[in-house]
C-alpha cells in the first residue's frame, strides 16, 4: 500500500502559513483520546501530545486507532513524514518500527482490513488528524498524520478522526523531514508508546 504520496510538497507549500502558538478554542471533547508520549532518535523524551477522537464522526476509525493502541501495535513507531508547516505523518505499523529498517516507512499499514472512507464535516486545521491512504479512498488502514497549520484543501477528501487538545509545542518540536523528498525524515522521532484514555 503506498501511502508516501499523501500529500506533495507543492500542497505544502500552499499550507506553510506560520500558525500561532497554541490552539485557542480547541477543547477535549468526549473522547476516547490518545495520548502518546514522543522520543527522539536517541529515545530521549520529548514530551506528550494528546488527540481527542471523533467516535461520533468516524466511528470505524476511531476503533482501529484504538484497538491498535491498545495492543501496543504503535509503540515505537516513527514519525516517518514530517513536512514543516504542513503535517506529521506516523502509524505505519508494518514498516515503520523505529528498531527494524523503515526504509519502506510509510508503504505499510496493520494486519486488518482497510477501512471504508468516513469523511465528515470537520475543517482540516492546525492539530486536525486525519488518516493517510493511498489514492483509494477507502484505503486507511493504521497510518494518520497531524496537521501543523491549517490544510481545508484537505476537506472531503481524507477522513478526519480528531483534534490535538494538549502538547502543541511537542507536535511543533517533531524532527522535519527533508522537502526534497517529500518530508521524508532521517533518524526520524518516533512514539515511544501510545495510550487510550476513555
Known amino acids: 500500500m ?6 506533495t510538497p507543492a ?13 485557542p478554542g480547541v477543547k477535549d471533547g468526549p ?9 527522539d532518535a536517541a ?13 461520533d464522526k468516524a ?7 484504538v484497538s491498535l493502541a491498545k495492543s501496543g501495535a504503535y509503540d515505537g513507531v516513527v514519525f516517518h513524514r514530517v513536512i514543516d508547516g504542513f503535517m506529521a ?11 527494524g529498517d523503515t526504509s519502506r516507512a510509510g508503504m505499510g499499514g496493520s494486519d486488518l482490513p482497510n477501512l471504508k472512507a468516513e469523511f465528515n464535516d470537520v475543517s482540516f486545521q492546525a492539530g486536525t488528524v486525519g488518516m493517510a491512504r493511498s489514492q483509494d479512498p477507502n484505503s486507511a488502514n493504521s497510518q494518520f498524520f497531524i496537521d501543523l497549520a491549517p490544510a481545508e484543501f484537505l ?5 478526519v478522526v480528531g483534534q490535538l487538545v494538549d502538547g502543541w ?3 511543533n518540536a517533531i524532527k522535519k523531514g527533508d522537502a526534497a523528498a517529500n518530508g521524508s525524515v532521517d533518524k526520524p522521532d518516533y512514539m515511544l508508546k501510545v495510550t487510550v484514555q476513555q
Open 31 to 39: 473522547g476516547p483520546n490518545l495520548v502518546i508520549e514522543v522520543a
Open 59 to 65: 466511528p470505524k476509525h476511531v476503533e482501529r486507532l
Open 89 to 99: 505523518q506516523t502509524g505505519d505499523v508494518k514498516f515503520g518500527k523505529k528498531d
Open 2 to 7: 503506498m501511502l508516501k504520496y499523501l500529500l
Open 169 to 171: 509545542d511537542v507536535l
Open 155 to 159: 476537506d472531503g477528501q481524507y477522513t
Open 11 to 23: 500542497l505544502a507549500l500552499s499550507a506553510s502559513v506560520a500558525f500561532a502558538e497554541g490552539l
Open 43 to 55: 529515545g530521549q523524551p520529548k514530551g506528550t501530545i494528546v488527540l481527542d477522537l471523533y467516535a
